[in-house]
Nanobody, 122 residues
Framework: QVQLVESGGGLVQAGGSLRISCVAS????????MGWFRQAPGKEREFVAA????????FHADSVKGRFTISRDNAKNSVYLQMNSLKPEDTAVYYC???????????????WGQGTQVTVSS
């Protein structure tokens, strides 16, 4: 059974930084891709970043490129999203997700965490 648990969300001022984490269990690390999505009130879920467990190949959406960085720690079965230069429009619930297989790290994803709230004040 795959379980994903996010943590690290909170309130931060515009221009600040925050790192959110996702601990995965039940995953055969080398056979999954991991992603971060976000959803703001009244908006569709947005695909933010992704990484393959093996090789470290990453993706970042244009909206966060240069400000957010996805990384992983295989020994801790964890994935992180370092968010710098935060803007009020980054306010959303951030979800960790896992995708079985190595062909692609683009959606759709198979497993989801419960989400962590990130609020950026102006």
């Amino acid at each position: 059974q795959v379980q994903l648990v996010e943590s690290g969300g909170g309130l931060v001022q515009a221009g600040g930084s925050l790192r959110i984490s996702c601990v995965a269990s039940g995953i055969i690390a080398n056979n999954y891709a991991m992603g971060w999505f976000r959803q703001a009130p009244g908006k569709e879920r947005e695909f933010v970043a992704a990484i393959k467990w093996s090789g470290g190949s990453t993706f970042h959406a244009d909206s966060v490129k240069g400000r957010f960085t996805i990384s992983r720690d295989n020994a801790k079965n964890s994935v992180y999203l370092q968010m710098n230069s935060l803007k009020p429009e980054d306010t959303a619930v951030y979800y960790c997700a896992a995708k079985k297989g190595l062909a692609s790290y683009f959606p759709p994803y198979d497993y989801w965490g419960q989400g962590t709230q990130v609020t950026v004040s102006s």
